[in-house]
């Protein structure tokens, strides 16, 4: 969920005072709230106070530690109505789509909650070789002590909860940077695990600017990044320096692939909803479509009638009465203002849309007639629009949706299932939605992440997605124990003779070899 001012300053939202940072509605511009802009001492104290609680964590056992998730989720659940109303406040979002929001909380901890136990327990391994084939080996797992998270702004409460229940599922403490630009709902959320269900204190939040993010990098023994390629591309040098591992969800720039015998009015709904959902602020939204020319002019008349009909506005909450909202950042929305700009001045023409609205929303936009020398089919637009090109045929379908340097998900529409097999192993991205679109990013048993510039590593993945969050540990039991091994001191010379011809004898592959007959033909 990513974006390109993932780390948008608040000078583009709200103000630093103090020691404080103002919150900002960014379709009102009323305030929303205040937190606290944290130092490095501040934080370097969170984290020491997190480490000496993790340890008592880690022993309740997965099973112990799924039951206070699950009375997380029970408190979130109770208190749904007004975290939700933080999230819309804080991003303008239309209420749909910040109700979409806890649907994403919901699926994460009851997924791994159900499933911790079998994920963490311990792997037995057969051994390899007549030599080892007495002893016991298995393989068992730790967490790393502390993971810091960082997380933008686009998804407040579903960006962080994405990451942080694998990680505390693992049995690490978890110190959680939210974007100084949306802090406000998921600061809520960490002080109900701190103060309102009985949990041990290993979750945190460090709300602060760039500063505090850098600060968490430096503190934890594994980082979980979700924000823009350049910030990724820092944090991952820094990782590298300090010798910790890293995951990052980087930028995308997704392409939705029509053929010609799809299901048009589907594949223009999924296309409209992936292109739009969250006002275009996500990282797996639809940003390019390409359509094979014979169903090219039919698929864009539905396209525009779909994105005609949308309602833009916070609506009131619970009133369900807007399709999308607000964008969060006024530089966000810059961005997409010039993208569309530049499409027009390069030929391009605009359907629907096309225009700035009131507070920081931008109409929702339809482009045709672009190509790769506009800036919106090259970029991460990140906003409400849908570039739409025709191609001739599959292959340059491939082809073009393959020229960018991002790869993180991807959307493919054909009736004909060995044709959809047979081009999804040609798309480079790390997901593939078949005649749907978004879906693969919230699929908890596989792996969601990105190639190219779209990342390093991944989340979910079933057991992965807790596995992540820890180090692995071989041990290797002796069956038997013996006064000595063979190979010990001191060095015999009838005993490694005979040693040397039992390897050779057992592990090669014919009789000349075996005997060592090399020099008797």
């Known amino acids: 969920m990513s974006g390109p001012t993932a780390e948008a300053t608040t000078s583009d939202r709200g103000s630093v005072r103090s020691g404080q940072i ?13 937190v606290p802009n944290l130092d490095r001492e501040g934080i370097a104290g969170q984290c ?36 939700l109303m933080l999230v819309q406040k ?18 994460v901890i009851n997924y791994f909650a159900a499933n911790a136990a079998a994920f963490l327990q311990d792997r037995h391994v057969k051994p390899a070789g007549p030599a080892n084939s007495l002893r016991r080996l298995r393989v068992q797992v730790r967490p790393h002590q502390l993971v810091g998270l960082i997380t933008p702004w686009n998804g407040p409460l579903a960006g962080p909860m994405m990451d942080v229940v694998g990680a505390l599922t693992a049995g690490a403490a978890v110190i959680s940077k939210p974007s100084e630009v949306t802090p406000l709902a998921w600061s809520e959320a960490v002080r109900g695990w701190r103060d309102e ?62 053929l010609a015998d799809a299901d048009l009015e589907r594949a223009a709904g999924a296309a409209v909803w992936g292109g739009m959902t969250n006002s275009g602020q996500a990282c797996v939204g639809v940003e390019r479509v390409y359509v094979e020319a014979p169903v090219y002019d039919e698929f864009v008349e539905l396209v525009t009638g779909k994105v005609s009909a949308l309602r833009q506005g916070m609506d009131a909450p619970g009133s369900f009465a807007s399709d999308i909202g607000a964008m969060v950042t006024t530089a966000q929305v810059d961005i997409v203002a010039d993208h569309v700009a530049d499409a027009v001045a390069k030929g391009a023409r605009v359907l629907v849309g096309g225009q700035r609205g009131a507070g920081n929303t931008f109409q929702p936009t339809v482009l045709v007639d672009v190509d790769h020398s506009m800036r919106c089919m090259r970029e991460e637009t990140f906003g409400p629009t849908l570039a739409i090109m025709r191609v001739d045929d599959e292959d340059e379908a491939i082809a073009m949706a393959n020229d960018s340097e991002y790869g993180l998900s991807s959307s493919l529409w054909t009736r004909d299932r060995a044709r959809a097999e047979r081009l999804s192993r040609r798309i480079e991205a790390g997901s593939v939605s078949v005649n749907n679109a978004l879906v693969a990013t919230f699929q908890m048993p596989v792996p969601m992440g990105g190639w190219k510039n779209s990342g390093l590593g991944s989340r979910f993945g079933g057991a992965a997605g807790v596995l992540k969050y820890c180090r692995q540990q071989s041990v290797v039991e002796e069956r038997f124990t013996p006064k000595s091994e063979p190979m010990w001191y001191p060095v015999n010379p009838t005993r490694s003779r005979l040693m040397s011809r039992a390897v050779r004898f057992l592990g090669a592959h014919d009789w000349r070899r075996r005997l060592d007959l090399r020099g008797r033909r």
């Open 22 to 34: 103002t919150v900002r509605c960014p379709a009102t511009g009323e305030v929303v709230g205040t």
């Open 48 to 83: 020491a106070d997190l480490r000496r609680a993790q340890p008592a964590w880690e022993s309740l056992g997965p099973q112990g530690r799924s039951i206070h998730l699950l009375r997380w989720l029970d408190w979130l659940l109770d208190n749904e109505r007004r975290l």
């Open 90 to 107: 804080e991003t303008g979002k239309s209420w749909a789509d910040a109700s979409m929001e806890m649907s994403v909380v919901v699926d």
């Open 197 to 258: 269900i009985g949990a041990p204190p290993v979750l945190d939040v460090a709300t602060g600017t760039g500063d505090a993010g850098s600060a968490v990098v430096d503190q934890a023994d594994m980082v979980m990044f979700t924000g823009s390629v350049r910030t990724g591309r820092a944090i991952a040098v820094r990782c590298a320096e300090r010798l910790i591992p890293c995951s990052l969800e980087l930028g995308g720039k997704d392409a939705l692939i029509v």
